[in-house]
Nanobody, 127 residues
Framework: QVQPVESGGGSVQAGGSLRLSCVVSGYTYSGAFLGWFRQAPGKEREGVASINRDGSTTYADSVKGRFTISRDNIGKILYLQMSNLKPEDTAMYYC?????????????????????WGQGTQVTVSS
């Protein structure tokens, strides 16, 4: 059973930083396509960042230059380093995975690419 489990959320002031982690177990992690999504109250879920097995990444325009996605293929951990946080970054953040998959071209932030989802970790940024 594939199960992503997020951690690292919390409350921070604008301009601050947080690092989210996601442990993904249950399958061959190294070949997986992984991503981070977020959903704010009253809004649709949106893709934040995604990463292929070769380290190629895609970022939402709203987080480019502030967030960095990375993966540890040995420890089976996915990270999202968030810097210069803004109040509009406040949301529940979700880790997502799809085993043995490579996303190329455009659209690599679509939830349609992902098969397994974590329960989420809350990030709150105050002004």
């Amino acid at each position: 059973q594939v199960q992503p489990v997020e951690s690292g959320g919390g409350s921070v002031q604008a301009g601050g930083s947080l690092r989210l982690s996601c442990v993904v177990s249950g399958y061959t992690y190294s070949g997986a396509f992984l991503g981070w999504f977020r959903q704010a109250p009253g809004k649709e879920r949106e893709g934040v960042a995604s990463i292929n097995r070769d380290g190629s990444t895609t970022y939402a325009d709203s987080v480019k230059g502030r967030f960095t996605i990375s993966r540890d293929n040995i420890g089976k951990i996915l990270y999202l380093q968030m810097s210069n946080l803004k109040p509009e970054d406040t949301a529940m953040y979700y880790c997502a995975a799809r085993p043995d998959y490579y996303c190329s071209g455009t659209g690599c932030l679509s939830s349609l690419h992902f098969a397994y989802w974590g329960q989420g970790t809350q990030v709150t940024v105050s002004s």
